[in-house]
């Protein structure tokens, strides 16, 4: 399980870098409404994510299950961080790193215990193995949004006339 996790996570960066490269600042900053995230602000949550989420809670829970886990507040992070100032592409490359950093370690593990729970005072017991599930999870959710907002920016070049229709023969 371990490994079809890891080889999944190692794919999907691969998917991120390609869905998020090339982006002009006019692309990365579209917002579908003033609510909605953009893919700047999508990249620095993944970062974030990477590093004091889903590595770090996987970790505590593998090898102090009952040390409560790091606080995080990612729908916060986006105002406090200052999402979107930050640099997109450098954004990118941080992102890159951390996910590197993340097989890394999880390559690294000898004999998980991945059943170990951490006692969450809402949900009540979270395994290490379910907080890995929802990592793989977490990628492909923001995958998918990155592509629903790519696509709804093009619909709407679409639908400007921008666009030329395409005539397949």
């Known amino acids: 399980m371990l490994q079809h996790i890891i080889e999944n996570l190692q794919r999907n960066k691969a998917v991120f870098k390609e869905l998020l490269s090339g982006i002009t600042r006019e692309n990365y900053l579209w917002k579908q409404q003033p609510e909605?995230?953009?893919?700047?602000?999508?990249?620095?949550?993944?970062?974030?994510?990477?590093r004091e989420d889903f590595r770090a809670r996987v970790k505590s829970t593998l090898e102090s299950p009952t040390t409560a886990w790091p606080t995080i507040d990612p729908p916060g992070w986006v105002a406090s961080r200052k999402y979107i100032e930050q640099d997109y592409e450098k954004k990118i490359v941080e992102f890159m790193t951390e996910r590197d950093e993340s097989i890394k370690w999880l390559t690294s593990i000898k004999n998980p215990n991945w059943k170990n729970a951490y006692m969450h005072p809402k949900v009540g017991p979270v395994t290490a193995q379910l907080i890995l599930d929802n990592w793989l999870a977490h990628d492909y959710l923001h995958i998918r949004q990155i592509t629903k907002l790519k696509y709804l920016k093009a619909a709407i070049y679409r639908k400007a006339g921008l666009c030329r229709r395409m005539v397949i023969v």
């Open 36 to 50: 909605k995230w953009c893919l700047l602000e999508i990249i620095c949550h993944l970062y974030d994510e990477e």
